[in-house]
């Protein structure tokens, strides 16, 4: 039998993985106030605490103010912490509680496609969580104009631990494991990556074991380009992102593969 | 005469050491409703999820499975851009209402957003939920989110419609109201694919059946022709074995006798030899009927119980 003309127009790649990003989206803005708004609270009480309270104490930091320091920071562990959740206990419910991979697997959609889909919506929140912090930071003055640039790299961050997070997610059985993640790996990646204090005076192994934390090479790009300051360096960073995305994206979906296609 | 919807030869699906499916064969002619009957545990859902690719049959021994010319382990993007499919789980997105539900499925099969609404007014019409568009998915009874999930199965016009145990679990009203529908759907030209087991969902919509137990199919045909071939057309089912020993020594030889739950049936051809029977018995201690699919399933399935059930 000819395959019928008819099938050949199933959706293309592209209008597949948007039609996923679309679901996320609607589902993210039907409460906009309860999930738009913290972003930009957040950075607020943050730069608060540290403005008011720990600035008097410690003013410079890696040869620029501490203020500016940590605002070049933040943006990027915002964009982590944000797609993290969302490609592990979102991703995790919606695999084993709510069953909506099982809804949209009866549509013409593949697991790839839905994987995907679901990447590109984590780095779209990387990119407005980032975006929230930055836009709060140029608002008081702590960082030029030029960082309004800055959130794309927000986004590839957000793309990145979305498949770090998915790779995770394809092991855990029980959703209570997610809490090793987060104490175990995202907390001390937070503290030495060079978020809250630069990395060349820890000791040589630390500095070592810093460059193969994800995050450093997310923190880097975005400082500069804030501040302006590019080294060829960031080229070694960007590289680095998209081997850390792709090692992790593809035998997360492949082993995800496996528990949805059973 | 066209090319069968399904075409399934020598179908196998292990998990484990379980063997879910067996060596199960079967076509599905255009345009007709055919019924999957069995116990919990017959490979019943296992069957369904392979024909639309949401699970893999095994590599070996080699087998076939078609849809619409396609195999769904190498192309079941076409095969569910073809099709609807009615989850035996109701999967609503409990995030979003009714119509945003179906607007998020039509975004799935790439139709145009104002053709999209249209077709949700349809369909909720077609399925009687028109004062429904903007539910809480939490507020629907569960016939109402049975409903919703045939309507989204609806909404790129399938033309095999797949359902999973449609109306388990629902109201005597409903489940009229959604064989109405499936009816309509039918005489329109769509194939229908259901698992059931409810023996007079299957007499009432079917058109041919295949009757399944542990993997393997072990009848098939149209409804009426299996009960007039394999089963005898009365039953007498007396209360209990003890009622029942007071008359079994002196049974007519042409009777069948089934002793498997607490009811004992005797089974014949001839309602008058049953009726003779029944008269030295007590009023209420007996029940002659004619006898039905239920009878046909219990008698190839068996009337115990497996493990899996």
Redesign the interface.
Known sequence: MQPNKAAILYPPFTKRISSVWYRHYRVYTKNLISNGLPPFLEPLIFLAGIGLGMSRYISEMGGIPYVTFLATGLPITAAMFTSAFECSYGTFIRLEFDRVYDGMISAPLGVGDIMTGEIIWAGTKGLFFSFAVILVEAAFGLIPLQGLVAPVIGFLTGLMFASISLLITSFVTNINHFNFYFTGFLSPMFFFSGVIFPLENLPPVLRIAAEFFPLTHAVRPVRALILGQFQPVILFDLLMMAIFTVVTAWPGIKRLRKRIIK | MS?PVIIAERVNKC?GPVRAVKDLSFTVPKSVCFGMLGPNGAGKSTMM?MI?????RDCLPTGKL?V???DPQV????????SG?V?Q?N??????NVE?NLY??C????IPSKQALGRIDELLHFMELSDKHKARIKELSGGMKRRLIIAR?LLNNPRLLILDEPTTGLDPQVRHLIWDKLRELKRKGMTILLTTHYMEEAFQICDRIIIMDKGEKHLEGNPHELIREHIEPFVLEVNTPEIFSRISQSLPPELRIDQGGTVVRIFGKDQEILHNVSSRLNPGEYFLRQSNLEDLFLKITGSTLNAAQ
């Open positions: 090319e998990y999820r639309y690719g949401a699970s893999e078609t619409f010319g396609f192309n079941p993007l076409a095969i569910k851009f073809l499919v989850p789980e999967n609503l997105d409990e995030e979003l945003q998020i499925f975004r799935f099969y790439n199965a």
